[in-house]
T-cell receptor, first 114, second 115 residues
Framework: DTEVTQTPKHLVMGMTNKKSLKCEQH?????MYWYKQKAKKPPELMFV???????INESVPSRFSPECPNSSLLNLHLHALQPEDSALYLC?????????????FGDGTRLSIL | AQTVTQSQPEMSVQEAETVTLSCTYD???????LFWYKQPPSRQMILVIR??????QNATENRFSVNFQKAAKSFSLKISDSQLGDTAMYFC????????????FGGGTRLMVKP
């Protein structure tokens, strides 16, 4: 069983829809991450939150909007996505942002844009 | 910047046999960590094993062990007594100790364990 829970597991949406992906962890971790993964490729880092503050934005288009309401929860708000945004979106968390802090991943949300 | 290279896109092994997955990396840093992650069809990225660069002793976790050659910048993963459940995508990853908790992934190796 994964300790990082992502919902929904699958999402199909049109290009004009607004939806949100949710990630939750109860391990007391203070760093949380969003990754995008295309088929047969490694994950690509999108955002990093440390102590509920956005630390890194890897030049992600503004149609992706992250939010960290508290230390256990991370959201990714989606709006006006493009077909090329179809991918697996992985959330991860780690104890902290510095040093040797292994990342624990969720099962991901498979997103399809029509 | 660092790069991680996995030269074997796909591999296969018979059940109960041993297989070695290759990983090389390029960095000018001296303090770093290396990881192997497994991603089965269920999609979750699972940490298999990690190695601190300052440790000379190779890490082991049950049937999984690494051969860490710091001078050669090589970090291979050996899976002994392969099981069907080992079928997955395997990613080698690098973390610079001084640059936060960011992972640089290799391109991955797809491993198929055959009965």
């Amino acid at each position: 069983d994964t300790e990082v829970t992502q919902t929904p597991k699958h999402l199909v949406m049109g290009m004009t829809n607004k939806k949100s992906l949710k990630c939750e962890q109860h391990m007391g971790h203070r760093a949380m991450y969003w990754y995008k993964q295309k088929a047969k490729k490694p994950p690509e880092l999108m955002f990093v939150y440390s102590y509920e503050k956005l630390s890194i934005n890897e030049s992600v288009p503004s149609r992706f909007s992250p939010e960290c309401p508290n230390s256990s929860l991370l959201n990714l708000h989606l709006h006006a996505l493009q077909p090329e945004d179809s991918a697996l979106y992985l959330c991860a968390s780690s104890q902290g942002w510095l040093g040797n802090q292994p990342q624990h991943f969720g099962d991901g949300t498979r997103l399809s844009i029509l | 910047a660092q790069t991680v290279t996995q030269s074997q896109p796909e591999m296969s092994v018979q059940e109960a046999e041993t297989v070695t997955l290759s990983c090389t990396y390029d960095t000018s840093e001296s303090n770093y960590y290396l990881f192997w992650y497994k991603q089965p069809p269920s999609r979750q990225m699972i940490l298999v094993i990690r190695q601190e660069a300052y440790k000379q002793q190779n890490a082991t976790e049950n049937r999984f062990s690494v051969n860490f050659q710091k001078a050669a910048k090589s970090f291979s993963l050996k899976i002994s007594d392969s099981q069907l459940g080992d079928t997955a995508m395997y990613f080698c990853a690098f973390m610079n100790y001084n640059a936060g908790n960011m992972l640089t992934f290799g391109g991955g190796t797809r491993l198929m364990v055959k009965p």
